[in-house]
Every structure is written in structure tokens, then in C-alpha cells.
């Protein structure tokens, strides 16, 4: 996809509640040390384990050129009156011309992480089934539950797209 075929950045960042998701700026490099020391986060992303300040930071400004290479959007999850970044989720969208997005991890869940299975769940995502030795993780070929949720798009404005979504 060509950076001229992804939609546009929201003018407003969508917000939902207590939180808000908005582009990330150098001051979230403090949520990217944090999910440097979780044991699982950087053996599924691009995120070193241990960062320091410097390749944290790295991390935090790469997921602000998410959106201009084409490959989607890179969002931090805030709080809604503080503004401080609290995780991350991304919006992706490669194959948006086939029809298809996926948001975060709720796409492909490892089978073991019932947390996550729960959250898909909730947010009106479906098991579609067990795609086996799907994807590498920390050197290692996993099998990843499949969860998806259709939803029927038709065209309209960027806006009610992430909210269809």
C-alpha cells in the first residue's frame, strides 16, 4: 500500500471513556521502558528487551512513521486527562485494499493467553479456529488462535471507519 492510499490521520484523537489514543510523542518514552521489562512484550515486536532511554526512544518515534510508511496506525492508549501513554494498540492496514485491517493483538492470540482471548471476546471478536506453527516468537514457531470480527463497512469517512471497526 502506498502512503497515499492509507487514510488519513484522525484530526480528532478517537477517545472512548477514560482513555484516548493519539500519535506518540518523546515524553512517551517512559511506557516504552516499562513494556521493555515485561518478558513477553519484545519477543513479539520490534521493542528490545531491557531498552535503554536511547532504544526506547528509538521505538517511540518509529511508531510515529507507522502511519507515513503505509503500514497503519501506530497509537498510544492515554489517559484521558493526564494524556500520559499507558500501552499501545496499532490499527494496520496492508491488506485494506483486500478489505481487511487488524487492530493490536486481537487478530492472532497464542492459545495460552486467555487474557487476551478475553478481551477479543468482549470487543465482538469470534474464534475462527487454530492456525498451527503460524508464527515465530522469540525464535520459536507458535500456533496462534485466529479471532475476527466482520463488519459490514460500506464507504464513508475515515472517522466512522475506525469506529465500525
Not at 30 to 49: K, N
Not at 72 to 81: H, Q
Amino acid at each position: 500500500m502506498k502512503s497515499s492510499e492509507i487514510p488519513l490521520w484522525p484530526t480528532e484523537p478517537p477517545t472512548h471513556g477514560s482513555i484516548r489514543l493519539r500519535m506518540f510523542d518523546d515524553q512517551d518514552v517512559h511506557m516504552a521502558l516499562d513494556l521493555s521489562q515485561d518478558p513477553y512484550v519484545p519477543s513479539i515486536g520490534t521493542l528490545p528487551a531491557r531498552a535503554t532511554a536511547e532504544e526506547a526512544l528509538s521505538w517511540v518515534r518509529r511508531q510515529r512513521h507507522r502511519h507515513s510508511d503505509a503500514t497503519g496506525f501506530s497509537f498510544a492508549i492515554a489517559d484521558v486527562t493526564t494524556n500520559r501513554a499507558l500501552g499501545r494498540v496499532g490499527l494496520w492496514v496492508r491488506n485494506l485494499s483486500e478489505g481487511r485491517a487488524t487492530i493490536g493483538y486481537e487478530s492472532y492470540i497464542e492459545p495460552w493467553n486467555t487474557a487476551s482471548v478475553r478481551v477479543a471476546e468482549r470487543t465482538g471478536y469470534k474464534y475462527e479456529g487454530l492456525l498451527r506453527s503460524h508464527q515465530e516468537i522469540a525464535g520459536k514457531r507458535v500456533d496462534m488462535s485466529l479471532h475476527a470480527a466482520v463488519r459490514e463497512v460500506t464507504q464513508c469517512s475515515y472517522d466512522e471507519s475506525v469506529t465500525a471497526l
